[in-house]
């Protein structure tokens, strides 16, 4: 059965580098999101990419933040200069198509920020 | 705004007895409604989803889910629940006008005691 994996497990960082988490997603779906959850709370929307752009994003997404699509496959997301409340499971999710259709979600990266 | 309210962080349940872990909802529109379930280290796995239609909607592992559109709720049951149903259940609610990110309530820890 086809799985959206994540790439790191685990990612820790000094406050103010950069990160890239890694994300494949399921092979034909065209929908790709990124959420994020701060330990103990709830799952948090961060953006949602179609045909090469963002078509949503929350008010977490600033610009310390982007996503790329580089090569067909990966779906990354980029932090500039990472802040300490930056820390958090960041999970990737793919879906065939967006309306009612159910999202697929990765393992989840924990990056902790130091 | 859409928001989801999942009020118990912990639900203790023997096994082979029925579950419920409940779920309301506020969406400005008509509700899609998710269920989704993360073991431990694994990303959240989809479980079964409303769209319209049949009030009860029947999912994997044996789950089900029952939409009341009054009480604007959406709780997850099942009829016999195993230990291997031991896990993190998360509801997840869109407005099917809006946009396709799901919002999530903080999730409810199923125990199930052999």
């Known amino acids: 059965e086809p799985e959206v994996t994540q790439t790191p497990s685990h990612q820790v960082t000094q406050m103010g580098q950069e990160v890239i988490l890694r994300c494949v997603p399921i092979?034909?779906?065209?929908?790709f999101y990124w959420y994020r959850q701060i330990l103990g709370q709830k799952v948090e929307f961060l953006v949602s990419?179609?045909?090469?752009?963002?078509?949503?994003k929350s008010e977490i997404f600033d610009d310390q933040f982007s996503v790329e699509r580089p090569d067909g496959s990966n779906f990354t997301l980029k932090i500039r200069s990472t802040k300490l409340e930056d820390s958090a499971m960041y999970f990737c999710?793919?879906?065939?198509?967006?309306?009612?259709?159910?999202?697929?979600f990765g393992p989840g990266t924990r990056l902790t920020v130091l | 705004a859409q928001s989801v309210a999942q009020p118990e962080d912990q639900v203790n349940v023997a096994e082979g007895n029925p579950l419920t872990v409940k779920c309301t909802y506020s969406?400005?529109?008509?509700?899609?409604l998710f269920w989704y379930v993360q073991y431990p280290n694994r990303g959240l796995q989809f479980l079964l989803k409303?769209?319209?239609?049949?009030?009860l909607v029947k999912g994997s592992y044996g789950f089900e889910a029952e939409f009341n559109k009054s009480q604007t709720s959406f709780h997850l049951k099942k009829p016999s629940a195993l230990v291997s149903d031991s896990a993190l259940y998360f509801c997840?609610?869109?407005?099917?006008?809006?946009?396709?990110?799901?919002?999530f309530g903080t999730g409810t820890r199923l125990t199930v005691i052999p």
């Open positions: 999710a793919s879906g065939i198509a967006g309306g009612y259709n159910e999202q697929f």
């Open positions: 092979s034909n779906h065209l929908y």
């Open positions: 990419f179609y045909n090469n752009e963002i078509s949503e």
């Open positions: 969406v400005s529109g008509n509700p899609y």
């Open positions: 409303y769209i319209t239609g049949d009030n």
């Open positions: 997840a609610v869109r407005d099917y006008t809006g946009a396709n990110n799901l919002f």
